[in-house]
């Protein structure tokens, strides 16, 4: 699930959670595929943003993030688990980034 703001929504994209009015009324339930007239009532609210399904896409290449990890774990790296684990991290980004 992913918080996006009313500009950035598109058709197609699915509700996570309900769309409340100010009133605390369902406008929109959780599940709804949104369509441009859905997203132009949205905007039209002045509602701010929403939950969608999905995650959101990742914009830093690989060696940002395992700079972020490193950063993260550089501290604590040097006990047992933690190293551990920060090998794990790296192991699952590669992966999935490979």
């Not at 929504?9 to 009324?25: F, H, Q, S």
């Not at 369902?26 to 609210?45: A, V």
């Not at 090998?87 to 980004?93: A, D, G, P």
Request: contains cysteine; negative net charge; aromatic residues 6%.
């Amino acid at each position: 699930m992913r918080t996006v703001s009313s500009g950035q929504l598109e058709p197609g994209m699915v509700l996570a959670k309900p769309v409340l009015m100010k009133n605390g009324m369902i406008l929109f339930g959780e599940g709804t595929e949104l369509t441009e007239s859905y997203i132009e009532r949205i905007c039209d609210m002045a509602i701010g943003s929403i939950q969608i399904e999905g995650n959101a896409p990742c914009t830093e290449s690989q060696e940002q993030l395992l700079e972020k990890v490193n950063l993260r774990f550089r501290f604590v790296e040097q006990q047992p688990y933690m190293k551990l684990l920060k090998r794990l991290v790296e192991e699952q980004m590669t992966e999935q980034n490979g």
